[in-house]
């Protein structure tokens, strides 16, 4: 059957700050207190968008969600007009902060979605992340449910489950922890889904959060009707997260039947390659990345793997990786040789400009949700999300007269700028026909 791989991306949002929220994500630490650009980070969103639009990908948008979040401020005992309760929260910046994440940016947390050619009812299943390893995450899932329900409507070809428990126990990053492997994208695949920890016992990071658990992972399986021949669950190396690894797509991705990942990335790699192999028929194309040409210090300072693996509409693939790869020789050696070696089907790298993103730990593939849609199923969705020059000429003069050039901490006690990303979200409703506030 015809499918289409649509990378749907966050509009990053008109509160992008660095407030140093997650732990276990080293640009995040290091960052925490620096001067945001949301403007800058918007507009560098767009443009990712734009490019891979000329290239021939389908590209979607999702919209930011409302910031700060009032009923979460509410719930924390804050009360009044909303000036009145950001004055409150103000004297406990830490949550204000939280309140205020532009952080369902990275789309790639969204959700975990399924095409319809790998489940049992031959629908496209969707549960959106519950995010609960991190605070200001775990604000998340609500609006993300209500947004894929716009986006995504007719219940003849798409499913929408709940998030799971916001538990630790069930502690779910989305498509960040999920990986397809299929001869084309409308065959029927093989889903591999990455954990960090099991619920209870088994191997932990020694300093940083395990943030997926195995029985996350169990749940999506079933909820998703998968075929449990056709789908693999497979733990991240503890040493990897404690270098900073906090999803997988840090440390691999796949596109297809090729995949390109580091010698380190699992417990017991070759074991899960070889499993792999077996379960594709051994058509797999690997591109295993060896510690002595790419430390997994480099591929995270660099966001190598974090890179999209698009297919382009006249054959080959194209590497879409962070501009950091080009500042590290070793990782730039690698990238540079992709094109050339006849044993992949890479044909082009292309360097992108998300530096606002990537300072808080969000490279190219963070930013976007991969939705693998039949030409039917595309039919179905709402069609003013669908990328095209008119709508990026639109967006982009929407964040132009939206937001903030510059963006202090001390700005988000200024209740001017709840005001100002109130306004803006107003104004994408009426673009993108959606409704995103509530209450
Ligand atoms: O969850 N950063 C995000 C980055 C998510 C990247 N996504 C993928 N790898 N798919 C996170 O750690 C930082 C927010 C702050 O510190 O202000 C943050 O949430």
Not at 20 to 41: D, H, I, Q, T, W
Not at 355 to 379: D, F, H, I, T
């Amino acid at each position: 059957m015809l499918a289409y791989e649509v990378n749907f991306d966050a509009l990053i949002g008109p509160t992008h700050n660095y407030a140093g929220l997650s732990f276990g994500n080293l640009a995040s630490e290091r960052n925490r207190g620096s001067v945001s650009s949301p403007k800058a980070a918007a507009l560098q969103g767009l443009a990712k968008m734009k490019r891979l639009h000329g290239l021939g990908v389908k590209q979607g948008v999702l919209p930011p969600q409302p910031r700060p979040v009032f009923s979460f401020l509410r719930q924390m005992g804050f009360g009044g007009s909303a000036e009145e309760i950001i004055a409150q929260a103000a004297a406990n910046p830490r949550l204000l902060a939280n309140a205020y994440s532009a952080s369902a940016m990275w789309a790639a947390n969204a959700a975990t979605v399924s095409p319809s050619a790998d489940t049992r009812d031959g629908r496209v299943h969707f549960t959106p992340a519950n995010l609960a390893t991190h605070l200001h995450r775990s604000l998340e899932p609500a609006c993300t449910a209500l947004v894929l329900q716009q986006i995504f409507p007719d219940t003849k070809r798409f499913v929408h489950h709940a998030p799971l428990p916001g538990h630790a126990f069930f502690g779910d990053e989305g498509a960040a922890n999920h990986m397809r492997f299929a001869p084309a994208h409308g065959e029927p695949g093989v889903e591999m889904l990455i954990y960090g920890r099991m619920a209870e016992g088994g191997a932990l990071p020694a300093l940083y959060p395990a943030r997926q658990t195995r029985e996350a992972c169990q749940a999506i399986v079933r909820k998703h009707r998968l075929d449990p021949d056709r789908v693999l669950l497979v733990q991240q190396n503890p040493s990897v997260v404690d270098q900073g690894v906090f999803h997988n797509d840090v440390i691999s991705v796949a596109n297809e039947m090729t995949f390109l990942y580091h010698e380190d990335a699992f417990v017991d790699t070759p074991a899960v390659v070889a499993r792999l192999e077996q379960m594709l028929g051994g058509k797999l194309q690997r591109l295993c990345v060896k510690r002595e040409q790419v430390s997994v210090q480099e591929a995270v300072a660099s966001y190598l793997f974090n890179s999209q693996l698009v297919s382009l509409p006249r054959g080959g693939m194209a590497v879409i990786a962070p501009l950091e790869c080009r500042l590290r020789s070793a990782v730039k050696a690698y990238l540079d040789a992709l094109p050339a070696a006849d044993d992949n089907p890479v044909t082009a790298v292309h360097y992108f400009d998300v530096r606002e993103s990537m300072q808080n730990g969000g490279g190219p593939a963070c930013l976007r949700l991969r939705v693998v849609l039949a030409e039917s199923e595309l039919a179905a969705v709402h069609p003013q999300v669908l990328f095209d020059e008119q709508l990026y000429a639109r967006l982009e003069q929407w964040v132009h007269r939206h937001y903030r050039d510059a963006l202090y901490p001390q700005d988000l006690a200024d209740p001017a700028l709840a005001k100002e990303s109130r306004a803006a979200l107003e104004a994408l409703e009426e673009i993108l026909r959606l409704k995103i506030l509530t209450g």
